[in-house]
T-cell receptor
């Protein structure tokens, strides 16, 4: 079993839809939870991070962490074609080592 | 302020050959990590360099080795290339040995194709 599980999709939604992306993990020691966005042939860029449990909102994006269920989510409101990318969840191990999910490919069509 | 830079952008090698990839960290960062991202997969941690030493290593064979220079730049070397080594190789940098994990920045990657 992988430490971090993420449905690879692809996910296709119409412009303006609410998108829900999710990951599950097995290591209860994880404290930092990140979401990265990766455009084709580019490096990942940090979208949001959360420390421990709870919610965090930034514009159209909301990150949620439920440590009791070992489940994290990213919600995108009013999705735009420019949101089309691969979304990677990541958790921090020791010495800032990141453990990534497989990534979910999202396509937002006009 | 330049971010993380990597060279070359892409290259093609033949099975059995050796390859060296290069990374310059973001200004002010002194710790460099390398990741391998196979097509359709998330990045996998290869190893991390801090103070010119390998501090932590992921589940990769000894064919993968690295180096960090006094100016904090780093190289990743892969010997005896296999077809399965074809991937995007990402470099990430962070400030300080115990820098805050979400302040880790990634470079654009080097795409390696092994034929």
């Amino acid at each position: 079993q992988k430490e971090v599980e993420q449905d690879p999709g692809p996910l296709s939604v119409p412009e303006g839809a609410i998108v829900s992306l999710n990951c599950t993990y097995s290591n209860s020691a994880f404290q930092y939870f990140m979401w990265y966005r990766q455009y084709s042939r580019k490096g990942p860029e940090l979208l949001m991070y959360t420390y421990s449990s709870g919610n965090k909102e930034d514009g159209r994006f909301t990150a949620q962490v439920d440590k009791s269920s070992k489940y994290i989510s990213l919600f995108i409101r009013d999705s735009q074609p420019s949101d089309s990318a691969t979304y990677l969840c990541a958790m921090a191990g020791g010495y800032n080592k990141l453990i990534f999910g497989a990534g979910t490919r999202l396509a937002v069509h006009p | 302020d330049a971010g993380v830079t990597q060279s070359p952008t892409h290259l093609i090698k033949t099975r059995g050959q050796q390859v060296t990839l290069r990374c310059s960290p973001k200004s002010g960062h002194d710790t460099v990590s390398w990741y391998q991202q196979a097509l359709g997969q998330g990045p996998q941690f290869i190893f991390q360099y801090y103070e010119e030493e390998e501090r932590q290593r992921g589940n990769f064979p000894d064919r993968f080795s690295g180096h960090q220079f006094p100016n904090y730049s780093s190289e990743l070397n892969v010997n005896a290339l296999l077809l399965g080594d074809s991937a995007l190789y990402l470099c990430a940098s962070i400030r300080g040995g115990q820098g805050i994990v979400y302040e880790q920045y990634f470079g654009p990657g080097t795409r390696l194709t092994v034929t």
